[in-house]
């Protein structure tokens, strides 16, 4: 603890609240952050050379665990040529071409480097294409920081207790609308008070930044017909459950059609990579194609286009990658079931595909509202008590736990063991 002690120190001076995304600094948790020396496989060390069991997987990214040898290859082999171009290069095609062969209804594709981006520009291509400004969103998914995304945000944004950001103006504000995620009744509402008004629905497809929250069956379903009906555009905003749930991601795992799919975290293979993709007719919205202006000096970047390629490439060929990370996490939100129900802990474990997450309620969580029952000094005695026992988990209740392929039977038990010890004690 003593170097992330005085790192944190030092950081602080320099960086707004000592860390440069806000859910990096345990504010949720009352903690002091560990600082990461390094990572490899389903493991990380600290400034202090701890190691911990890893199940923040950098958010998301590290679906093949950390330091895999062949995005490491791909990486060195590509900085040799070169940073940065700021021109076109076959990598660009080769992604591009993979991602359409990977996902349904995707036949373009632009890069960006973030999630945020994605997002960002995603809505602004939906406003282009369809003439209309308003946008509905759910309360509690998190899609990035842009103006018009940090209405009711979930994730970090939630921690602060800030959902609806200062410095947002009340002008973009006004044309997010807001629903209730697994309530449809609530979207066909704001669709009756907005007729002809609205460009988009953009959600989550399983929500994980409430926890995690599955949509109900037929959920995701009724949004697809209700669009279709209104003349409004779908968004999946597949930045977490793109290329996890299954090498399509939500489409192919829920079987439902979208019309722009936003892509982050694991594009990137731990590099800062974002997308937007849709059809051919969507996409020639954009620049220089049409109107919809979108560009990006470091959009595509070589190197992070390598660790991407190399990535989804693995994963493309890998199809039992999926079957293992679910099966994992199966075994793992069973075992914390069970030692919830040992102890007599008030704990409800809530899996999707590969995340998991718990929510200290006695009552089963299937919406924000219920995600937000959640007992949060309970979660920090949790995530404080588990980090003490060597597991590092979110040091948030509203994040989702990340199981990549790297993570063994046997990390997974100890998980499970110390999930148990530390229930008995909460
Ligand atoms: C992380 C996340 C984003 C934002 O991505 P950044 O790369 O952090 O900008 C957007 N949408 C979802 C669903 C996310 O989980």
């Not at 890069?111 to 969103?137: F, H, P, Y």
């Not at 017909?225 to 977490?240: M, P, Q, S, T």
């Not at 194609?289 to 493309?316: H, K």
């Not at 597991?391 to 509203?398: D, E, K, N, T, V």
């Amino acid at each position: 603890m003593e170097r992330s002690s005085e790192l944190f120190a030092r950081a602080k001076e320099v960086l707004p609240g000592g860390v440069n995304s806000p859910v990096r600094a345990y504010r949720a948790v009352g903690m002091t952050p560990r600082f990461i020396s390094r990572a490899d496989g389903a493991y990380i060390w600290d400034a202090d050379g701890r190691k911990y069991i890893d199940y923040v997987c950098s958010w998301g990214p590290m679906i093949l665990g950390h330091n895999h040898p062949i995005i490491r290859e791909a990486v060195q082999k590509a900085v040799m040529d070169g940073l940065s171009f700021g021109a076109p290069t076959q990598r660009e095609v080769e992604i591009a071409e993979l991602m359409i062969r990977m996902v349904p209804n995707v036949e373009m594709v632009r890069m960006v480097n973030s999630g945020t981006e994605a997002v960002m520009s995603a809505l602004r291509l939906a406003r282009g294409a369809t003439g209309r400004d308003k946008i509905i969103k759910f309360e509690g998914c998190y899609h990035g920081h842009s103006d018009c995304m940090l209405v009711k945000a979930g994730s970090s944004a939630m921690d602060g207790g800030c959902p609806d950001s200062a410095g947002v103006p009340a002008g973009t504000a006004k044309d997010t609308l807001m629903a209730q995620y697994n309530d449809l009744t609530s979207v066909q509402q704001l669709f009756d008070e907005n007729p002809k008004q609205v460009a988009c629905v953009i959600v989550e497809p399983v929500a994980a930044n409430m926890g995690v929250v599955g949509p109900n069956p037929g959920f995701l379903q009724g949004l697809r017909d209700i669009c279709d009906r209104e003349g409004a555009l779908l968004i999946f905003d597949e930045v977490i459950t793109g290329f996890r749930l299954a090498k399509g991601g939500a489409q192919e795992y829920f079987g439902v059609r979208a019309d722009i799919v936003t892509f982050g975290k694991i594009i990137g293979g731990g590099m800062p990579v974002g997308a937007y993709c849709g059809s051919r007719e969507l996409m020639e919205h954009v620049a220089p194609c049409g109107p919809v202006y979108q560009a990006g000096t470091l959009a595509g970047n070589p190197v992070a286009m390598a660790a991407g390629l190399a990535q989804l490439s693995y994963l493309d060929t890998h199809p039992e990658v999926y079957t293992a990370i679910a099966a994992s996490a199966e075994k793992l939100a069973q075992g914390m079931r069970q030692a919830a129900q040992e102890t007599h802990a008030p704990v409800q474990i809530n899996q999707v595909g590969s995340l998991v997450a718990p929510f200290f309620t006695p009552d089963s969580v299937q919406s924000f509202s219920g995600a937000k029952r959640s007992d949060l000094k309970k979660y920090a005695s949790y995530f404080g008590n588990m980090l003490d026992r060597g597991i590092y988990l979110a040091p948030a209740q509203f994040e989702a736990m990340f199981v990549s392929a790297a993570h063994t039977r046997a990390d997974l038990e100890q998980t499970v063991a110390a999930a148990k010890s530390v229930f008995e004690s909460l």
